[in-house]
């Protein structure tokens, strides 16, 4: 089962996750209304639809020059603007397929000062029962391009849930992401965030990309998806109340 972006922040943000301010809208009044609540220089207008490469993805009906899923705005005006134009049009990316998903809500969130974009995912490896900590530099790509193109950027190691996470873990963690001083210990304090977060809410998925340096240098989860073991879920019946009915998981 699958969350969109706005649910997975909330449930990361109770164990502690630095996520940007941000509201979701099922509406062009209630993404006004989000918008004038976060008072921002800047607002990003996320479309919330199960797949990836929204950014990159085009709405059906509207022309080649027509901006994706995901576009960065500087006013209120410019926010309903953009509402009216996604909601409720079909979003086509590269995961989808060409039938695409209809746009239902969107997520109204804070802008973000970017200096880099990092990848991080945690993820359930059935053979050994292990949780596999993946990581990346290279963030903000789609991690099978980069696997394919440049593998050696691609750092992978495991925790063993009996023991739970170790220091030397949050320091692989940080060199693999080229990480050094006060952002190696916000890397050290996240991963022992998300792999709390990972096992309370028995998550077989837990996608950061990106994961990015702020220009004050500190650590943000700019976008989160994640997916959790159906079969545990019923130890989790406020996850369960997250479901999307109105489109396929």
Known sequence: MNIHEHQAKAVLAEFGVAVPRGYAAFTVDEAVEAAKKLGTPVFVVKSQIHAGGRGKGRFEGLGPDAKGGVRVVKTVDEVKANAEEMLGRVLVTHQTGEKGKQVNRLYIEEGAAIARE????????????????????????????VAHATPEKIITFSIDPATGVFPHHARHLASALNLKGALAKEAAVLLGQLYEAFM???????EINPLIVTEDEHLRVLDAKVSFDSNALYRHPEIVELRDTSEED
């Open 118 to 145: 990092l990848y991080l995912s945690l993820l359930v490896d059935r053979e050994t029962s292990r949780v596999s900590v993946v990581a990346s530099t290279e963030g903000g790509m789609d991690i099978e391009e």
């Open 200 to 206: 309370a809410k028995d998550m077989a998925m837990l």
